[in-house]
């Protein structure tokens, strides 16, 4: 019972601190910011380092900071060693890679690189300075790379409590950043859980950087400047691949009906085109970061098209899309389409429908966005 709580109240003080990241970067922003490439290292690393494991059996007696072992590069390489079995290395994996993330779009990729290098180096001076010479408050037991993000995490809640400008009368965001100095101190006086006090380390530490690089640090300069691919723009870079839906879909018709004889039913465009006004239909349908512009089709009366681009940060990060549709269904509570951007590509339904209070809805590509104007 005693592990079961000290894993429950590991596990909630670092999802404060994920939603405190969240908050601190703004989760409306995420799909405009670049891919963090530091980030993505990282994990790259932290995974080849469950490999290494897999594959060699004395990398652990290699690389952890076992103290009886000699060793100046063990407090490093131990970070990038995993001994909390299956879940453990997964959770470890996940929250590294998340609050990597996070911290690299705040701080910048050399900062959150500096601060989780202090976040592997730091602890063990501190708790020798403050005569905790055991070992017993490093979080990691001689592998794993928790206790270096759970102090890189206390580092974006810090930020988040100095935060100034439009969030700083935001009394919600001030409660979430705390709680995780005060969360931390109690699991280490109550459970000696040395997440805790890594926590507290990383949050002064974060508290410091921010107040003095405050006229220096540019958190929103990705925002500000665009790059040419952004978390939100891989997906309609790999969307620009023509005829790969026509040939999934081909396949799993094929296996569905040899090896369960089912026959999957088709979706394609009514015969005759039944009649549709398509005038509430028209106009701009806007998103964080996307707009979509739908006009009367060029190819029957009935029809429409469907112009798919970025937009704000988005703008110019990937060439509009275009898709063409015609009607399937037309009914009280929607109006199905069938839309596709070549003759190669498969069919796809794009449904409009409208709310009880009467605002119009497009939903295209598993997203429902709603009417911003008309064109």
């Known amino acids: 019972m005693g592990g079961l709580l000290f894993n429950v109240t590991t596990a909630v003080l670092m999802v404060l ?5 969240l908050a601190l970067i703004g989760q409306g922003t995420l799909g405009r910011r670049r891919i963090p490439w530091a980030a993505v290292g990282l994990t790259a690393l932290a995974l080849a380092g469950v490999v290494t494991q897999l594959c060699w059996s004395g990398a652990m007696a290699a690389f952890d900071s076992d103290p009886s072992r000699s060793g100046w590069w063990r ?29 690299e779009w705040f701080w910048g990729a050399p900062l ?17 300075l403050f005569g905790q010479t055991s070992g017993s408050t490093d979080p990691r037991n001689f592998a794993g790379s928790s206790g270096s993000t759970y102090f890189l995490a206390a580092t974006l809640a810090a930020a988040l409590l100095l935060r100034g400008g439009d969030h700083r009368e935001n009394p919600k965001e001030k409660l979430l950043a705390l709680s995780a100095p005060v969360l931390g101190l109690a699991v280490w006086f109550a459970q000696s859980n040395a997440h805790g006090l890594v926590t507290v380390y990383g949050f002064v530490l974060g508290a410091l950087v921010r107040a003095l690089g405050r006229h220096v640090l540019r958190p929103d300069r990705d925002l500000q400047r665009p790059p040419r691919t952004t978390m939100a723009s891989l997906a309609a870079i790999v969307g620009k691949r023509h005829g790969q839906a026509d040939r999934h879909e081909a396949l799993c018709r094929e296996l569905s009906a040899e090896l369960a004889g089912v026959t999957m039913p088709g979706f394609a465009p009514a ?3 039944p009649p549709v006004d398509t005038e509430p239909f028209t106009g701009t349908y806007k998103r964080e970061g996307f707009l979509m512009t739908i006009t009367d ?18 703008k110019g990060t990937f060439d509009p899309l275009v898709w063409h549709l015609s009607p399937v269904s037309d009914t009280p509570s929607k109006t199905v389409f069938a839309g596709r951007r070549n003759e190669k590509d498969a069919w796809i339904p794009v449904v409009f429908y409208a709310l009880a209070d009467g605002s119009r809805y497009v939903h295209f590509g598993v997203r429902a966005t709603a009417k911003s104007g008309r064109t």
Request: net charge negative; hydrophobic share 55%; glycine share 16%.
């Open 17 to 21: 601190m994920f939603n405190g990241g």
């Open 75 to 103: 407090v490093v390489t131990s970070v990038f060693m995993q001994n909390g079995g299956f879940l453990g290395a997964a959770w470890n994996l996940a929250t590294l890679a998340v609050i990597a993330a996070f911290a």
């Open 112 to 128: 959150m690189l500096g601060l989780l290098a202090a976040g592997i180096l730091l602890p063990q001076h501190i708790d020798s």
């Open 271 to 273: 015969e005759g085109h």
């Open 297 to 314: 089709g060029p190819a029957a009366e009935g029809t429409l098209q469907l112009r798919y681009e970025g937009a704000e940060g988005l």
